[in-house]
């Protein structure tokens, strides 16, 4: 072989790493962080993507009453590599954001309890922030547990802001989980914040779920995220839901909805929520129970059935 093809050989492989590189870096989930301001409240937003976070439309999740966003909808698993909502989102094309509300996380934490309207106020901001900073006019939301809602609340008093929204393990106030709640009532009345060990991080899984539908390696994985970040749990949150629900009115939430759960969650049940569903004025509306999953249906078997009804729904043009 002359030098010349040597060269044009080399020339080609080179070519063709570079482009190998470039396609991968486009394709690799990258993430950022964020800080945004509602009155004297820190919020902090976690951002994921890939390629460029321009031109993509914009998903913001919304945590329960236990875990901050990133915790709640970014686990890194090994064993369980598709396991992060917000990773699977962000390689379908959507700018993916998770906040933190007040009291939970990296946020400000208040030292006196905060209300449901003070976490939809949190939430307004967070969503004004990142359609100002991606420029687009409305978001996709998607709530979970005690986010359902402030969230549900934010959608009531701003549906211009909303395309579509999702509405993940909507609390009842008959639920097995709010009953067993309110025996704690004066607890909650006392303590802003309490502590939790991580191994009591755990339980939720297991509530009605059986023990064949969980990861234990995502259980742990977990339980440590929490224990880390949340080292003091705000129980704003559990005195909320104890003394005031129901907090919705279907009729105000006007913009396309899902309702999903998973078939042995504690808080959220056909009986409760069928009613609730029928009342939605939006057509463009749907009902979806998961199988072998519970209240942490995004980290446990049906897991994947979850994330393709929720990339279903989001990616939907009409």
């Not at 919304?62 to 989102?89: Q, R, W, Y």
């Not at 049940?269 to 009902?287: C, I, S």
């Not at 929720?310 to 939907?316: A, I, N, Q």
Request: with cysteine.
């Amino acid at each position: 072989m002359n030098l010349a093809k040597v060269l044009f050989m080399a020339l080609l492989c080179a070519y063709f790493s570079m482009a190998i590189a470039e396609k991968n870096s486009a394709n690799r989930v990258q993430g950022a962080e964020h800080w945004v301001k509602n009155g004297d409240v820190n919020i902090y937003v976690w951002e994921k993507f890939t390629g460029s976070p321009k031109n993509k439309p914009v998903i913001m999740l919304a945590h329960g009453s236990a875990t901050a966003g990133k915790e709640s909808f970014d686990l890194g698993v090994p064993s369980n590599p598709d396991i992060s909502l917000m990773d699977v989102l962000a390689k379908q094309g959507f700018d993916v954001f998770a906040l933190d509300i007040r009291g939970f996380g990296r946020s400000t934490h208040p030292a006196d309890h905060f209300t449901t309207e003070d976490a939809a106020s949190d939430l307004n901001a967070a969503v004004d922030f990142v359609m100002n900073a991606r420029s687009v006019p409305k978001v996709k939301l998607l709530a979970w547990s005690y986010a359902t809602q402030y969230g549900g609340l934010f959608v009531m008093a701003h549906p211009e802001k909303v395309d579509r929204y999702v509405s993940y393990a909507q609390m009842g106030i008959d639920s097995i989980d709010i009953a067993k709640r309110r025996p704690n009532l004066k607890m909650y009345q006392e303590k802003v914040y309490i502590q939790i060990p991580e191994a009591g991080w755990h339980g939720r899984f297991y509530s009605l779920t059986p023990k064949e539908d969980n990861f234990p390696e995502v259980v742990d994985a977990y339980a440590k995220s929490a224990a880390a970040i949340e080292i003091n749990t705000a129980t704003s949150p559990q005195l909320e839901l104890v003394t005031k629900l129901p907090m919705l009115n279907a009729a105000q939430i006007t913009v396309p909805t899902m309702i999903i759960h998973g078939e042995y969650d504690d808080v959220a049940d056909t009986k409760q929520l069928l009613p609730f569903f029928e009342q939605l004025p939006n057509a463009n509306k749907r009902y979806v129970v998961v199988p072998n999953a519970g209240h942490m249906m995004m980290y446990q078997k049906g897991y994947s059935i979850f994330q393709q009804a929720v990339t279903d729904y989001f990616k939907e043009r009409f």
